[in-house]
């Protein structure tokens, strides 16, 4: 599987952004894809993931109730990362990650679970 993020860029805070994450090379519908952040100097944290051909979404508390995951279709071809009211804290490089194992709800946010990982895409939140 090969996955590729873009959509990242230089916003101010309160404005939204959304991140893509392109899966190609196998179809991951049925796999968990999950989009994680590593702000400069620091651990990379789980954000939001998606699985079951999108019936299953999860957050981490920072992006519950601003961000949305979601797919572009059952086959989750693209998966999206939509992200409302940014703040400076969102600032980090972000990665989306697929997993090839049937991941339960519990073990979503272990990135050690996932096996494929995109190059990242930075998103900076700045006045």
């Known amino acids: 599987v090969q996955l590729q993020a873009f959509g990242g860029g230089l916003v101010q805070p309160g404005d939204s952004l959304r991140l893509s994450c392109a899966a190609s090379?196998?179809?991951?519908?049925?796999?968990?894809i999950a989009w994680f952040r590593q702000p400069l100097g620091m651990e990379r944290e789980f954000v939001a993931g998606i699985r079951w051909l999108g019936t299953s979404t999860r957050y981490s508390d920072p992006a519950r109730g601003r961000f949305t995951i979601s797919g572009d279709n059952a086959e989750n071809t693209v998966v999206y990362l939509q992200m409302n009211n940014l703040k400076p804290d969102d600032t980090a490089i972000y990665y989306c990650?697929?997993?090839?194992?049937?991941?339960?709800?519990?073990?979503?946010?272990?990135?050690?679970?996932?096996?494929?990982w995109g190059q990242g895409t930075l998103v900076t939140v700045s006045s």
């Open positions: 990650a697929a997993s090839s194992l049937r991941l339960p709800f519990g073990l979503m946010t272990d990135q050690t679970r996932y096996d494929f």
């Open positions: 090379g196998r179809t991951v519908g049925n796999y968990p």
